[in-house]
């Protein structure tokens, strides 16, 4: 496990608000499942309202092209280039968020395994010991299958989008965005 902590967090709230809340994510957030989950179902704001969310920019790109402001071009393609760039960036810091969970219970659950081979023989300690083991094996199974569910979430989120944008294609100076793109069409 790396020595620093990644700040991780800030745009968590991915319902339209004016202030976003900070959350630092660190081991104990990692530790804790239910917080950690509750910090998985806000950053999922933006999947599960997708086709609100898409309605709503195309509605205000439409709005911006009558009225005359803003960039030239296809008002929808624009609203889906905003959705787009507001998916990947989301996916990114959830894949963080998640990747560094893994990381800080695994590394916990080799420090119980490595305790329990140098334990002594008191049966006690033994069972207390097995006992901790038990639960981080427990949340680490919980923690690795959110990966599960990154995965099942970002193939709903495509198949929205691609309903609504359906010659949108990430230009291909964004690589990032192209990555994301083929990952998501790949359905990894």
Known sequence: ????????????????VLTPKMVHVSPTTCHDLSLFKDLMREYRKLDDSITMRLNRSTAQFRDRDRLGVGSKGNFEDQACAQIWRELVANWLRRTEIVGYCVEVVDHSMEE????????DE???????????????EVKRNQVHNELS???IVRRRSLDAFRSRCKYFEPPPSDTEARQWWEVAQAGR
């Open 1 to 16: 496990m790396s020595s620093k902590t990644p700040l991780l967090g800030g745009l968590a709230i991915q319902a339209p």
């Open 112 to 119: 119980k395994r490595r305790l329990l081979e140098h334990q």
């Open 122 to 136: 008191n049966p006690a300690t033994l069972r207390r010991t097995q006992g901790a083991l038990f639960a981080e």
């Open 149 to 151: 569910v990154e995965k």
